[in-house]
């Protein structure tokens, strides 16, 4: 006879149910399979001491004991109750059949008492609950807090004794059901406000401008320029333009934390993620493993948030290809080991790059040693579809204190990218002037600019009508000014763009 039932252990890989299975045959001996013989024979000796104290009858026969994910189980000490509760199906003290539908955890003491474990993660598992049918999940205090958000709604019962497990599912005990704080309501607010990066930018207008309609239209920007001239400090100021996350977003980004083991805080504030240039493809994308377990990587762990790849030039080929995908869709085939799964992925990805090897590029030929050739070289890295994936190309040189626009205040930007959004949103009616189209056709003749450059040109030049227009038009009226400032912002549309007279 074979009795089966679900568990939880810290202990079990990627936090995943543990499935508990009982078989009972002839002889007098206890196997086990899947967890160390010593672990299960300290479980064993507290069962049956728990249940002498309880009046429960020692359970006799031979019994092999078998709990799956079998990979690396050490510490079953929560199993204690499931463990349990399969010895007394077996007896027939509660119905074995129910047992296959519950899902228990619990530290048992040698009085039945029981206990939680400390640094309890939710089971994976469950998040797709049905995939899993669960009538109840009975569990002590402490567990059942965290737990329950993950079981079916209203269905986590407190359970802090054997006697009273077992007094339900003999079905004449009711437990009580344990409500789910909504931590969300206690999250942590974030304060864009209270970083210092946003303070600390010295930019030109045309930056600034650049940085506000990047924000807007969360579009890929590519960042490129000389060492010191405030590429990375302004991929991190990006960060603080982002609005705060939703209780939803939350939701969906607690998983590829909880999954990677990384520490989540309950807070709105929205993930910035920046991978070092010697992150691999699979550490970009995530990765599926051979047991066809899913380890997220850094697109899911910037979900709703901030993708800052700094040095993109430096990541590896493989690396850099594997963004085509994320920057242009939110979301991605992710396939490894014969299995696929879909991604998506809100993010806003923005990258920085030197021109040169060097790094010294807009310093002056004295400065940076490098040849058209080798400028050449570097920039190849970046082939064509990635570049033009980019739709804003920023190159920043270093700004004097008299050249620099104040740096407006953070919460006045905020709120302009959030009602230029919100009317963009609304899809008002988008017209173009003659002049306007002209200078349009002229960059994709002068250019050969391809259907996704002149989409990339459209939208820069739509968000700067927008922004300049806000609260004046019904319409967005895109005019020279707008078209001609998107152009400039599409810099590796052009040959050789970075070509200089003096160049060697
Ligand atoms: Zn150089």
């Given at each position: 006879m074979l009795v089966s039932t679900l568990g939880y252990s810290a202990a079990v890989p990627n936090n995943r149910v543990a499935h508990v299975q009982l078989h009972r045959t002839r002889g007098a001996r206890f196997h086990v399979s899947g967890i160390p013989l010593t672990a299960s024979r300290s479980s064993i000796s507290r069962i049956y001491a728990a249940f002498e104290c309880c009046g429960f009858p020692r359970i006799a026969g031979a019994f092999t004991l078998h709990i799956r994910p079998t990979d690396q189980i050490k510490d079953i000490t929560t199993l204690d109750l499931p463990i349990a509760l399969a010895l007394l199906g077996h007896a027939g003290i509660i119905p074995a059949d129910a047992l296959r539908r519950i899902f228990s955890a619990g530290e048992m003491g040698l009085d039945g008492q029981l206990q939680s474990q400390e640094g309890t993660k939710p089971p994976i598992e469950l998040e797709v609950p049905f995939e899993i049918p669960i009538d109840a999940l009975l569990l002590p205090d402490g567990f059942g807090q965290k737990i329950a958000p993950w079981g079916p709604p209203g269905r986590t019962l407190r359970t802090n004794h054997l006697i009273e497990a077992v007094g339900y599912l003999q079905g004449h005990k009711t437990l009580p059901v344990i409500k789910q704080k909504k931590e969300w309501n206690h999250r942590e607010r974030w304060n864009p406000c209270a970083e210092t990066h946003w303070k600390s930018l010295r930019l030109s207008p045309i930056q600034m401008k650049a940085l506000i309609i990047a924000a807007v239209g969360r579009?890929?920007?590519?960042?490129?320029?000389?060492?010191?001239?405030?590429?990375?400090?302004?991929?991190?100021?990006?960060?603080?333009?982002?609005?705060?996350?939703?209780?939803?977003?939350?939701?969906?980004?607690?998983?590829?934390?909880?999954?990677?083991?990384?520490?989540?805080?309950?807070?709105?504030?929205?993930?910035?993620?920046?991978?070092?240039?010697?992150?691999?493809?699979?550490g970009l994308l995530g990765t599926i493993t051979q047991s066809g377990a899913w380890s997220p990587g850094e697109l899911s762990l910037a979900h709703h948030g901030l993708l800052c790849l700094d040095e993109l030039c430096e990541f590896s080929r493989d690396c850099i290809e594997a963004l085509r995908g994320p920057l242009e869709d939110d979301g991605f085939l992710l396939s490894r080991a014969g299995q696929s799964r879909i991604e998506s992925t809100a993010n806003w990805i923005v990258a920085t790059s030197n021109p040169c090897p060097c790094g010294r590029f807009n310093d002056g030929p004295t400065s940076c040693p490098c040849t058209k050739g080798q400028v050449q070289r570097y920039l190849q890295r970046l082939s064509g579809p990635i570049i033009e994936r980019f739709a804003l190309h920023l190159e920043t040189t270093a700004v004097a204190p008299s050249d620099s626009s104040p740096t407006p205040d953070l919460l006045a930007i905020r709120d302009r990218i959030t009602s230029t959004r919100t009317w963009l949103n609304r899809q008002p009616p988008v017209y173009s002037t003659p002049k306007a189209n002209a200078i349009i056709q002229n960059h994709v003749s002068q250019f050969r600019s391809s259907a996704r450059s002149l989409g990339h040109l459209t939208k820069i030049a739509q968000i700067h009508a927008a922004i300049e227009q806000y609260n004046q038009r019904k319409t967005i009226e895109i005019g020279v000014a707008d078209v001609e400032f998107a152009s400039q912002l599409r810099i590796f549309d052009r040959p050789r763009w970075w070509e200089k007279p003096e160049m060697q």
């Amino acid at each position: 006879m074979l009795v089966s039932t679900l568990g939880y252990s810290a202990a079990v890989p990627n936090n995943r149910v543990a499935h508990v299975q009982l078989h009972r045959t002839r002889g007098a001996r206890f196997h086990v399979s899947g967890i160390p013989l010593t672990a299960s024979r300290s479980s064993i000796s507290r069962i049956y001491a728990a249940f002498e104290c309880c009046g429960f009858p020692r359970i006799a026969g031979a019994f092999t004991l078998h709990i799956r994910p079998t990979d690396q189980i050490k510490d079953i000490t929560t199993l204690d109750l499931p463990i349990a509760l399969a010895l007394l199906g077996h007896a027939g003290i509660i119905p074995a059949d129910a047992l296959r539908r519950i899902f228990s955890a619990g530290e048992m003491g040698l009085d039945g008492q029981l206990q939680s474990q400390e640094g309890t993660k939710p089971p994976i598992e469950l998040e797709v609950p049905f995939e899993i049918p669960i009538d109840a999940l009975l569990l002590p205090d402490g567990f059942g807090q965290k737990i329950a958000p993950w079981g079916p709604p209203g269905r986590t019962l407190r359970t802090n004794h054997l006697i009273e497990a077992v007094g339900y599912l003999q079905g004449h005990k009711t437990l009580p059901v344990i409500k789910q704080k909504k931590e969300w309501n206690h999250r942590e607010r974030w304060n864009p406000c209270a970083e210092t990066h946003w303070k600390s930018l010295r930019l030109s207008p045309i930056q600034m401008k650049a940085l506000i309609i990047a924000a807007v239209g969360r579009l890929p920007l590519l960042i490129i320029g000389s060492s010191g001239t405030g590429k990375s400090l302004m991929g991190r100021a990006l960060h603080q333009l982002l609005p705060p996350l939703r209780e939803q977003h939350f939701a969906e980004l607690e998983k590829p934390y909880r999954t990677k083991g990384i520490p989540f805080p309950i807070t709105d504030r929205p993930p910035i993620r920046k991978p070092h240039h010697q992150c691999t493809s699979a550490g970009l994308l995530g990765t599926i493993t051979q047991s066809g377990a899913w380890s997220p990587g850094e697109l899911s762990l910037a979900h709703h948030g901030l993708l800052c790849l700094d040095e993109l030039c430096e990541f590896s080929r493989d690396c850099i290809e594997a963004l085509r995908g994320p920057l242009e869709d939110d979301g991605f085939l992710l396939s490894r080991a014969g299995q696929s799964r879909i991604e998506s992925t809100a993010n806003w990805i923005v990258a920085t790059s030197n021109p040169c090897p060097c790094g010294r590029f807009n310093d002056g030929p004295t400065s940076c040693p490098c040849t058209k050739g080798q400028v050449q070289r570097y920039l190849q890295r970046l082939s064509g579809p990635i570049i033009e994936r980019f739709a804003l190309h920023l190159e920043t040189t270093a700004v004097a204190p008299s050249d620099s626009s104040p740096t407006p205040d953070l919460l006045a930007i905020r709120d302009r990218i959030t009602s230029t959004r919100t009317w963009l949103n609304r899809q008002p009616p988008v017209y173009s002037t003659p002049k306007a189209n002209a200078i349009i056709q002229n960059h994709v003749s002068q250019f050969r600019s391809s259907a996704r450059s002149l989409g990339h040109l459209t939208k820069i030049a739509q968000i700067h009508a927008a922004i300049e227009q806000y609260n004046q038009r019904k319409t967005i009226e895109i005019g020279v000014a707008d078209v001609e400032f998107a152009s400039q912002l599409r810099i590796f549309d052009r040959p050789r763009w970075w070509e200089k007279p003096e160049m060697q």
